[in-house]
């Protein structure tokens, strides 16, 4: 039977694809750039002798680490090598070497002349990495089954994720709790279980996210899965100083945290509002006193109004003539007035106030046009009868001295002005738009 040729696999929490070729052996190659844990070599080609025999080998999700070649064998980036473990030895991935380094060795300050580094033992082999893909393959079905032994012993704790070792002896199992949990009687369970030796680790909400992973609110990679691997600690401060509503469901993020984007922009906005003056009181000014009402921070710009319950009319002011204000006002003096313009500017900030209401997105009902009753048909009509169609309100028909009928003639005005009014109401419904603009406006001197 001739081998069937399996698809490339891509493995980004480690960093390589792993697929079968023709002949039936398996092909792992690391593919830079596909994990979190990248660090740009912006020092390669430069060579430091005392530094050759370091590299940085790295694991899955956050671990990885230091490690001294002990085997004499020539080594460079992207090998897959054999590297002491604590029980048995464990497969990882050559990512940095030379200069760059003993840079990574400063950051995490680590002294090359006291700590003693695991070793580089060999090379992986064919037959290394087989086993090496045979233990990743049980990582899924292992956390799985875990996961239920956990739920059975009652234990309030929730397994993230599993790693199994290179050679398959022993796994890790990173777990969250919100407090202390005796999980002496689990291992010995997970021991008979899946024969292995086992060892747990506690993270964080936050760790645990960036080994799931996910997309933010701003539809992109969540920065905890794409490329932090410190965290820092974040408080609602960052949202004071960037004016931003203290509402737990827009800042928190999807581990429940606050977000970790909070402090991108913390330290522009700190340097912004160290040139805004605070204002505790009013500003004096000859025509009344001005309130501050709002502030853009990242612009430098203040805005007053006269009237400290109303956001109706704001004048702007930039910080620095704020500045000077207030200083005159410490002298006694106060300026003119802020109405120089004819009008206010208005900010050019939108409040999102009402953005979250149910029913924004209705349409606005149309209302039903009435229907026109028929008109009547005029018959024959007594002496001095009243027309049918004549308002209840029309004053009765009077002689005069000629015998004409004074109220006829207004009731038959009426009619006749009724008349023009319906013929042009039918004369426009084909000429909507362009009725109301054929009468003159006030001041328009009619054509000849």
């Known amino acids: ?44 080609g430069v060579s430091q002798e005392q530094f050759n025999d370091y590299f940085e080998v790295r694991f899955k999700n956050t671990r990885k680490g230091i490690y001294l070649n002990a085997s004499g064998q020539s080594i460079k980036t992207g090998d897959m090598v054999i590297v002491e473990a604590a029980t048995g030895h464990d497969l990882g991935i050559v990512t940095l070497e030379g200069a760059i380094v003993a840079r990574q060795m400063k950051c995490k300050r680590v002294n090359p002349e006291t700590y003693e580094f695991k070793k580089i033992y060999r090379k992986a082999k ?3 990495i087989e086993r090496w893909q045979e233990a990743i393959a049980r990582e899924h079905e292992t ?35 919100d407090g202390r949990v005796d999980f002496r009687q689990l291992i010995k369970v997970f021991a008979e279980e899946f024969r292995i030796r086992i060892e747990m680790k506690q993270i964080g909400a936050r760790q645990e996210a960036g080994l799931i992973g996910g997309l933010g609110v701003c539809g992109r990679e969540l920065c905890c899965s794409n490329y932090i691997s410190g965290f820092q600690s974040i408080t609602t401060s960052a949202a004071r100083v960037q004016d931003l509503s203290l509402n737990p469901q827009k800042l928190a993020g999807q581990c429940g945290k ?11 906005y700190m340097d912004a509002q160290s040139r805004i003056p605070k204002v505790y009181e009013p500003l004096e000014f000859e025509d009344g006193l001005a309130y501050l009402m709002k502030t853009d921070i990242l612009r430098e710009i203040m805005y007053f109004s006269y009237d400290k319950s109303s956001l109706a009319n704001l004048y702007p002011l930039y ?14 003096e106060k300026p003119e007035s802020l109405k120089n313009d004819d009008v206010p500017a208005a900010p050019e900030f939108v409040t999102a106030v009402g953005d979250d209401a149910i029913n924004r997105f209705d349409e606005a009902r149309r209302r039903k046009k009435k229907k026109k009753k028929p008109a009547q048909k005029q018959g024959p009509k007594a ?11 029309s004053e009765p028909a009077t002689h005069n001295a000629d015998g004409e009928q004074k109220g006829g003639q207004k009731g038959a005005q009426k009619r006749e002005d009724r008349g023009e009014r319906r013929g042009g109401n039918r004369g426009g419904r084909n000429n909507r738009g362009r009725r109301n ?10 054509k000849e």
Do not use: H
């Not at 956990?150 to 397994?159: C, F, Q, R, V, Y």
């Not at 606050?258 to 522009?268: F, H």
């Not at 910080?319 to 005159?328: F, Q």
């Open 1 to 44: 039977m001739d081998n069937v040729k399996e698809p490339k696999r891509y493995d980004c929490s480690r960093g390589c694809s792993v697929e079968r070729n023709e002949a039936g052996e398996l092909d792992c190659n690391y593919r830079q750039g596909c994990c979190k844990l990248e660090v740009y070599d912006w020092l390669q």
């Open 126 to 128: 064919l037959f290394d």
């Open 143 to 177: 956390m799985i089954r875990s996961r239920q032994i956990a739920a059975e012993l009652g234990l309030e704790m929730k397994i993230g994720d599993v790693e199994f070792q290179g050679d398959g002896t022993k796994a890790i199992f990173y777990y969250i709790a």
């Open 258 to 268: 606050l977000k970790c984007c909070l402090n991108y922009e913390t330290a522009v």
């Open 319 to 332: 910080a620095e003539d704020v500045w000077d204000i207030i200083k005159m006002n410490r002298r006694g």
């Open 383 to 393: 002496e001095g009868q009243a027309p049918a169609n004549e308002p209840k309100n």
């Open 437 to 446: 603009n054929d009468q003159p406006k006030k001041g328009d001197t009619p």
